[in-house]
């Protein structure tokens, strides 16, 4: 169950800064964050069968196909379920049709604004948090059964297929599953998985969505390790290490010194450096390095120019790689603790220490190791 109270008190606080009457949900995510509950019915669609707003009470507009299912099977009492015939009007009509006016939607409605519903989620809540633990154990659990059984004769199609139904087993989703054997790992960052079989050793990236909040992890398995692996891999962990440490100064307001709020594009000066520091200068222009995450994979991703705030309590997942190594966990970083929600204690784990940067801790962390087989 979502806490409410905490996300009426944010919309409330919109609604009042922007003079509006009402904001709706349709996306997904937005959707999942307001209510705990799955719009969902065509994964490939940009927007779920149902929207929910907020105009002081919580209300939920969908067509007369889920009414029913939604209000049974999805929503927490007592949301009102409103219906309208699937034939007579789209989505957006009939959200624009019963809505109070001035308002907000995240999807296109005739005569709405826009809503940021990013900047809402942010920070995470303490029954978000909770759930957000769960869903990291889950997916680090199912993700490492099958990096254990893992053979370099193995296509990686099969791979994903085995990941997909280790989640799947434990309700989880699987938006993304990449597998890079040997061979492509090293030439490409996004390893979509191919017939490719693993050779010499693989890297397995997941993201896992439950419930509207979303992990990523990534492992290392090598069978006959190739001599420059253990080198990058702990290049890439040592970036991520100062990422976190970079992260909690910014969330802390420390990183900069500067009487503003510190911000992604701060953290991300951070990581340059990083790769500067370990012997790969260039290496960040190669992939994202990651950001924020919560009610999306990544609520923003870090980039030089980024102005979005660094809150906590939030999840974060940073990935950064060096060809062929790449390292990556999502965490929690919070006032009081740092902790890696896609852990297990079952994987092996290596002491990493950030670089030395002004400004933050140098303080070392356990960081996801490659398993040699």
């Known amino acids: 169950m979502v806490d409410l109270a905490a996300r009426t008190e944010r919309l409330d ?8 009457e009402a904001v709706w949900f349709a996306e997904p995510n937005g959707f999942a964050w307001l209510t705990g509950g799955d719009n969902v019915v065509d994964a490939d669609a940009d927007l779920g069968v149902a929207a929910a707003g907020y105009d002081g009470e919580l209300r939920v507009i969908t067509d007369d196909i889920e009414a029913n299912r939604l209000a049974d099977e999805e929503l927490p009492d007592p949301v009102a379920v409103e219906s309208f015939p699937w034939h007579a009007s789209s989505l957006a ?7 109070p006016a001035p308002a907000a939607a995240d999807f296109d409605v005739p005569g709405f604004e826009r809503v940021d519903g990013s900047r809402l989620r942010q920070p995470l809540t303490d029954d978000d948090v909770e759930r ?7 997916a680090a659990a199912a993700v490492e059964t099958v990096c254990r059984n893992l053979e370099p004769e193995d296509p990686e199609y099969e791979v994903a297929a085995g990941v997909d139904i280790s989640l799947s087993s434990r309700d989880v989703d699987t938006p993304v599953v990449l597998v890079g054997g040997a061979e492509r790992a090293q030439r490409y960052r996004h390893y979509t998985p191919s017939d490719a079989t693993l050779g010499d050793y693989a890297l397995v990236s997941v993201t896992a969505e439950r419930a509207g909040l979303y ?3 990534t492992r290392t398995v090598a069978f006959d390790a190739p001599d420059w692996l253990e080198e990058r891999h702990r290049a890439a962990a040592r970036v991520e290490a100062t990422a976190l440490a970079a ?3 910014a969330a802390a307001g420390e990183l900069t010194g500067s009487d ?3 911000t992604a594009g701060d953290v991300f000066d951070a990581i340059r450096e990083a790769y500067d520091a370990v012997g790969f200068a260039e290496e960040w222009r190669e992939h994202h390095q990651g950001g924020a995450a919560g009610f999306a994979g990544r609520e923003w991703i870090a980039t030089p120019e980024s102005d979005e705030p660094v809150h906590w ?6 990935n950064p790689t060096v060809q062929g190594a790449k390292s990556e966990d999502t965490h929690l970083v919070a006032p009081d603790r740092t902790e890696t929600l896609t852990k297990t204690g079952q994987w092996p784990t290596h002491e990493v220490d950030p670089v030395d940067i002004d400004g933050i801790e140098t303080e070392s962390r356990e960081l996801s190791a490659p398993v040699i087989r």
């Open 215 to 217: 992990a990523s992890l």
């Open 313 to 318: 309590p939030m999840g974060y997942a940073w």
């Open 260 to 262: 503003g709020p510190d």
């Open 132 to 138: 957000y633990r769960e869903l990291g154990r889950e």
């Open 93 to 99: 009509e009939a959200v624009a049709e019963r809505s």
């Open 13 to 20: 606080a919109y609604l009042d800064e922007r003079g509006l």
């Open 247 to 249: 992260t909690e100064a």
